[in-house]
């Protein structure tokens, strides 16, 4: 009989063999549906993206099966976690080394009916989101969704119309939150404030609402958007895809706002919603020139990186140079290393224990902490009540 890990072979990140019968691995292979049902409203099937569509369409269908019918997985079988470079991950891995354990590793298999009680905390925590990127990520997809209809050329909602859905969506997730109900769903809005009893005042939740309705007003009525509405559809090149490319064999994971292309050259925006200006662009921007080298054969003194910070209304523009994307192998080539160096096995990147990961101490960063709740360290965390309020959003 047929499994569905012998229908997925490498399809979506899932190790050849693999059961996959979860909601976190539906995910996987709906995201390749929904892609596949974006290409065909751009027009651009051949023949073996339309078997890779019917393929991942038997594969969903399986999946709802093993799920319905709760069939038990072949326990010998397993979803592998892959060793991959991002500078998100390498960000965590410089502010502390258990932090990092506790989302690359620690969290594993968490997801699973029968998982240790501390692991599944830890699959939870994982989702934790302070209340500036949960506005991030709202303002993010509220852009996603309009450029991505402008691309297959079916017409924009009014800014008021968007705006009011968005802080609507906003509200559901707000109420979700507060009432933890990403314990028993996961894949729900968790809110740090929430889970830690951080205490927010009704003015800074209001204040953070007014901040998401001006940057989405100022994206909008920007020259930049107009811009964009105007594009020829065969100068799109991506849309807030998660990408990748490979540096000795290492996978390095990008995600990409927007890039088109103007003649010979391609712009790369990338959307920023904090009130600050970004201090170090260096990393990221050579990501992006070392991903565009490799994926459209193109000089990095062809590319152009746009930040646009949305808050502030100001775009800058950055080039780089192949010194620069030259210096970034080295880099991230460190990085590899000094994460591998706490691999027992690198080959299938499998970790050293828990305790091999040394734990930050500074309270500037523990505080912060998604994980301070599970991580084996006695801290004198605030259980004060929030003061949140469901009204103070617009």
Excluded at 6 to 19: F, K, N, P, S, T
Excluded at 230 to 252: A, M, P, Q, R, T
Excluded at 327 to 338: E, F, L, P, Q
């Amino acid at each position: 009989m047929e499994s569905i890990g012998d229908l997925l072979g490498d399809q979506g990140g899932v190790a050849a063999g693999a059961v996959v019968y979860d909601e976190v691995h539906l995910d996987l292979a709906l995201y390749g549906f929904v892609h596949d049902l974006n290409s065909i409203l751009d027009h651009l099937w051949i023949q073996p993206e339309l078997d890779i569509f019917l393929q991942r369409c038997r594969i969903i269908s399986k999946i709802y099966l093993f799920i319905a019918s709760g069939t038990e997985p072949n326990p010998m079988a397993t979803f592998k976690n892959e060793f991959s470079w991002s500078k998100s991950r390498d960000e965590t891995f410089k502010t502390c080394p258990r932090q990092y354990w506790f989302a690359y590793y620690g969290f594993w298999n968490g997801w699973l009916k029968d998982a240790p009680e501390r692991t599944r905390q830890i699959y939870v925590l994982k989702g934790l989101k302070n209340r500036q990127t949960w506005a991030g990520e709202k303002i993010h997809h509220s852009i996603h969704r309009s450029i991505s209809n402008i691309r297959r050329g079916i017409k924009v909602l009014p800014v008021e119309e968007i705006i009011s859905i968005t802080l609507n969506q906003m509200r559901n997730e707000f109420r979700s939150s507060r009432a933890k109900n990403y314990w028993k769903k996961p894949k729900s809005c968790a809110l740090f404030e929430h889970e830690y009893g951080i205490e927010v005042t009704a003015p800074q939740w209001k204040e953070m609402a007014q901040n998401v309705e001006t940057c989405l007003r100022n994206f909008y009525a920007s020259d930049i958007y107009g811009g964009l509405k105007s594009h020829g559809k065969e100068g799109w090149l991506e849309v807030e895809e998660f990408s990748s490319f490979n540096l000795d064999s290492i996978k390095i994971n990008v995600v990409i706002d927007c890039a088109v292309k103007e003649g010979n050259s391609i712009i790369i925006y990338d959307w920023k919603t904090g009130k600050a200006l970004s201090e170090d662009l260096s990393v990221q921007l050579c990501c992006y020139a070392f991903y565009a080298m490799e994926k459209w054969h193109l000089p990095p003194d062809s590319l152009q990186v746009v930040e646009y910070n949305l808050f502030s209304n100001k775009a800058n523009s950055f080039t780089v140079t192949m010194a620069e994307v030259e210096g970034i192998k080295g880099y991230i080539k460190g990085s590899v290393k000094d994460m591998q160096s706490l691999l027992k096995d690198p080959e299938n990147n499998i970790p050293l224990e828990e305790e091999q990961f040394s734990k930050v101490e500074d309270e500037r960063v523990s505080l912060r902490c998604n994980f301070r709740k599970v991580c084996r360290i006695e801290r004198g965390d605030s259980h004060e009540e929030s003061s949140d309020n469901l009204s103070v959003l617009p």
